[in-house]
């Protein structure tokens, strides 16, 4: 997706291993957390899904979790509070210590169609992997609401008596149901892309990224 490009100091800092974390240690669980997390709940949801599918298809039960509809509801519902918690601490933590603000903001049109087209050329560089470009803070503000929507439609799905007003905000059960499959699918999607990019990327950069 893109090609990325390091200074001579920071290719220098990396190959010495001096190279200092460029994400902060509560980032780096917390994200880690949360994908284990997801993980579980897309494995289990697809489990969930093939009971009752939405559309002409069904997952293969090697890659679902549960083994039945009863098994994969457990498995969700033990993933959804950690996934819950976890994401409750990370979102609080972002705003207060301003990391959201830092490093999401701003988001321009220009600025997303330019690197857009950069990165389809692959001329995108980075010379500071500390600072995102205008596609990454888009795909990761992004990716932060579908979070929030996944949970509340999954809440609207798993409660919509008791929760009748939020299932009537998504526009029904069904609706609901839609919601939170679509959701799901940009979650595996940006998923996917996040590893591909990370394996793609130089060793020693990863080493700078993670902290090793």
Same mark, same amino acid.
């Given at each position: 997706?893109?090609?990325?490009?390091?200074?001579?100091? @920071? #290719?220098?800092?990396?190959?010495?291993?001096?190279?200092?974390?460029? @994400?902060?240690?509560?980032?780096? %669980?917390?994200?880690?957390?949360?994908?284990?997390?997801?993980?579980?709940?897309?494995?289990? =949801?697809? @489990? %969930?899904?093939?009971?009752?599918? &939405?559309?002409?298809?069904?997952?293969?039960?090697?890659?679902?979790?549960?083994?039945?509809? =009863? =098994?994969?509801?457990?498995?969700?519902?033990?993933?959804?509070?950690?996934?819950?918690?976890?994401?409750?601490?990370?979102?609080?933590?972002?705003?207060?210590?301003?990391?959201?603000?830092?490093? &999401?903001?701003?988001?321009?049109?220009?600025? +997303?169609?330019?690197?857009?087209?950069? #990165?389809?050329?692959?001329?995108?560089?980075?010379?500071?992997?500390?600072?995102?470009?205008? +596609? @990454?803070?888009?795909?990761?503000?992004?990716?932060i609401v579908v979070g929030v929507l996944v949970v509340l439609s999954?809440l609207a799905i798993w409660k919509p008596v008791q929760l009748q007003?939020?299932? #009537?905000?998504? =526009?029904?059960?069904?609706? #609901?149901?839609? +919601?939170?499959?679509?959701?799901?699918?940009?979650?595996v999607a940006f998923m996917v892309v996040h590893v591909v990019l990370?394996?793609?990327?130089?060793?020693?950069?990863?080493?700078? %990224?993670?902290?090793?």
């Amino acid at each position: 997706m893109s090609s990325l490009t390091v200074s001579n100091e @920071q #290719a220098t800092s990396a190959t010495s291993g001096k190279a200092k974390a460029i @994400q902060p240690a509560w980032v780096r %669980i917390l994200h880690w957390v949360n994908a284990f997390a997801m993980i579980l709940m897309i494995m289990s =949801g697809w @489990q %969930i899904y093939n009971a009752h599918p &939405l559309f002409d298809f069904t997952f293969s039960r090697t890659i679902t979790l549960g083994g039945w509809l =009863g =098994g994969a509801l457990l498995w969700h519902f033990a993933a959804m509070w950690l996934l819950m918690v976890n994401g409750l601490i990370y979102l609080a933590l972002g705003f207060a210590t301003g990391r959201f603000r830092k490093k &999401l903001l701003p988001i321009t049109p220009e600025g +997303v169609i330019s690197d857009t087209k950069a #990165a389809l050329t692959g001329k995108l560089s980075h010379d500071d992997l500390s600072k995102y470009n205008s +596609v @990454q803070k888009l795909l990761y503000a992004g990716v932060i609401v579908v979070g929030v929507l996944v949970v509340l439609s999954g809440l609207a799905i798993w409660k919509p008596v008791q929760l009748q007003w939020l299932t #009537a905000l998504f =526009g029904g059960y069904d609706a #609901a149901r839609y +919601v939170h499959f679509f959701c799901m699918a940009a979650i595996v999607a940006f998923m996917v892309v996040h590893v591909v990019l990370a394996l793609i990327v130089p060793k020693s950069l990863r080493a700078m %990224i993670i902290g090793r």
